[in-house]
């Protein structure tokens, strides 16, 4: 474990445009082409895309049709969850050499905690990196900062296939003009809200007391008055249990029918089953779930106790969703499964 009176030094590796990027190592004759994974039907989306696709303003949960529009010659692939998977671990093994207090986030990025650790965290990344690069034919880029808040918002400064530091001396002079919708939680309504207040940067923010911010934003507030200050006390949790396992996709175009939505509901279900089949099928499911994100950004979810990814209940727990909505438009859809506790689950097989 980490020796809490050192600094932590903690990385935030993250794959650079990770599907695609596969894909054009396979095919090296899409070198330099805009490619893109993702449904080809019509109301399919676009999973990633690489930085060709971006210079037209292709991005991901894109509609395939409007990335189409905008590049008329992008490359379309579909989507080869199991190479992914495949090369994801061969990444994780990486990381494993040099520390393993790793918390995936994803297929393509995790935190590691690398503060036992006597080499400089921008040396270990860049080592991390250059092993990526040699051992699997991609590129990362890496975010090194003192807690995983700065380290997550650093990973993005100089991407692609860059690293960048934020040391512990360097954190309020970081952070003074950074805009409030980098800040981890905040999305597009919370930074409205923030601007409204006339708050648009972590400088102006730090102005504001804790009391103000609890008593306009909630207990999200007290979360507020800490990251813009950059305190972030999180772990990284490499051994956390998953309670659950799931999938959203926000939509460009909101949904304006339950047909719609239904239709959809099905490739999220599969990747789901896919996710659960290869990864998770030593956990022993007790509930299905489905959100439902409303125009005006309200939520709903729906549950209801089950053992099985069961399609015919999804939809009928997505039914139920919208039908909380009063005619609303949807902007995101999430299917999950809630797992039972490990304990809960041996005590339950105990009385068989």
């Not at 005006?296 to 729906?302: A, G």
Request: charged share 30%.
């Amino acid at each position: 474990m980490p020796d809490s009176s050192q600094p932590r030094k903690i990385l935030h590796i993250d794959m650079d445009c990770f599907y695609a990027a596969i894909e054009i190592r396979e095919r090296p004759e899409l070198a330099g082409k805009p490619v893109a994974v993702g449904g080809s039907s019509g109301r399919g989306v676009l999973t990633t895309c690489n930085y060709e696709a971006r210079k037209y303003g292709c991005r991901s949960a894109m509609p395939a049709f409007k990335a189409r529009a905008l590049c008329p010659q992008l490359i379309l692939l579909p989507v080869r969850f199991d190479l992914y998977r495949r090369e994801s671990q061969r990444i994780r093994e990486i990381f494993a050499r040099y520390t393993d207090q790793i918390e995936p986030l994803s297929l393509d990025e995790a935190y590691l905690d690398v503060s036992h650790l006597d080499s400089e965290g921008a040396s270990i990344a860049w080592d991390i990196r250059e092993h990526i690069r040699t051992e699997t034919g991609l590129t990362a880029s890496a975010g090194i900062g003192p807690n995983k808040f700065l380290a997550k918002i650093a990973s993005d400064w100089h991407k692609p296939d860059g690293q960048f530091e934020v040391c512990p001396g360097e954190v309020e002079a970081f952070l003074t003009d950074l805009p409030v919708e980098k800040i981890w939680g905040v999305g597009r309504r919370t930074a409205s809200r923030l601007h409204e207040a006339g708050i648009k940067t972590c400088g102006t923010m730090r102005e504001r007391s804790e009391v103000e911010l609890v008593r306009r934003f909630g207990k999200f507030g007290r979360s507020l008055y800490r990251l813009c200050r950059g305190i972030d006390d999180r772990p990284v949790e490499s051994h956390r249990e998953r309670k659950s396992l799931g999938n959203e996709r926000t939509f460009r175009e909101n949904l304006t029918s339950v047909e719609e939505g239904l239709e959809r509901l099905g490739p999220l279900l599969s990747e789901l089953a896919e996710d659960y089949a290869s990864r998770h099928r030593d956990r022993i499911i007790r509930e299905c779930v489905v959100k439902v994100k409303f125009e005006d950004f309200q939520v709903t979810t729906t549950q209801r106790t089950s053992d099985r990814i069961d399609p015919d209940l999804m939809r009928e727990l997505l039914a139920e969703g919208w039908s909380r909505g009063s005619g609303k438009s949807v902007r995101l859809l999430g299917v999950a499964v809630r797992f039972r506790d490990t304990d809960e689950a041996a005590e339950q097989l105990e009385m068989f």
